[in-house]
């Protein structure tokens, strides 16, 4: 491969990992400015998202995202820290930590909490969006320890889940300090039966 190649290569490197990331932050920005065309640009139609107590597709997450922001805080943000994209021809795997900070209407006037989002990237017709995400929550502030096995534990709301939620909550993909983390799997997917139960679990509340 000439040097000339070499460049073209690694600038086509360059320009898919932007895509990405910018991705990443499109979607932050969307769900903070409550932007729902914003956060549905970050995904493909058909993508699904495990999202602690949600799992379901963008346009149910979006939905549930902003309900949920919207009657719990006066203001929050997330914030992009760092960022690792593995490309291969028109597919990605990145993990992206995360850091959310949220002024409350009750409790605690103010709150953090750290994860990563793990992303399976597809380039459909030269665009990069996501396909299948999971959000893994690695830390916040408690006043107690949390059982890090149990991942209600990290929910703002726990005291108010019921037992059936935390149940499903825990069919989920806990976060790990070893390569059985989900940031490793190839290729990412979340199982569609669990958006499929998580919808029939909410129809009936």
């Known amino acids: 491969m000439s040097?000339?190649?070499?460049?073209?290569?690694?600038?086509?490197?360059?320009?898919?990992?932007?895509?990405?990331?910018?991705?990443?932050?499109?979607?932050?920005?969307?769900?903070?400015?409550?932007?729902?065309?914003?956060?549905?640009?970050?995904f493909h139609a058909d993508a699904l998202d495990e999202h602690g107590k949600f799992v379901g597709n963008p346009q149910e997450f979006v939905d549930w995202a902003i309900d949920q922001h919207r009657q719990a805080h006066l203001s929050h943000a997330h914030y992009m820290l760092n960022h690792l994209a593995e490309v291969d021809g028109d597919a990605a795997h990145a993990e992206?930590?995360?850091?959310?900070?949220?002024?409350?209407?009750?409790?605690?006037?103010?709150?953090m909490g750290g994860g990563r989002y793990i992303d399976r990237f597809e380039r459909r017709a030269g665009r990069w969006a996501i396909a299948a995400r999971v959000t893994l929550r690695d830390w916040a502030m408690m006043d107690e320890r949390p059982d890090m096995e149990d991942l209600s534990s990290f929910t703002s709301t726990r005291a108010l889940l019921s037992e059936e939620m935390r149940a499903f909550m825990n069919g989920g993909f806990p976060a790990r300090r070893d390569r059985s983390d989900a940031s490793y799997h190839r290729p990412l997917k979340v199982d569609p039966a669990r958006a499929e139960a998580y919808r029939r679990m909410t129809r009936k509340t």
């Not at 460049?7 to 990331?21: K, N, T």
């Not at 969307?30 to 549905?40: K, S, Y």
């Not at 930590?97 to 103010?110: D, E």
């Open 3 to 42: 040097a000339e190649s070499d460049l073209a290569a690694a600038v086509r490197r360059l320009a898919d990992r932007e895509a990405i990331r910018d991705c990443v932050a499109r979607y932050c920005r969307g769900v903070d400015r409550f932007d729902r065309a914003l956060v549905l640009s970050a």
């Open 96 to 111: 992206t930590y995360f850091l959310f900070v949220s002024m409350n209407r009750q409790g605690k006037t103010l709150t």
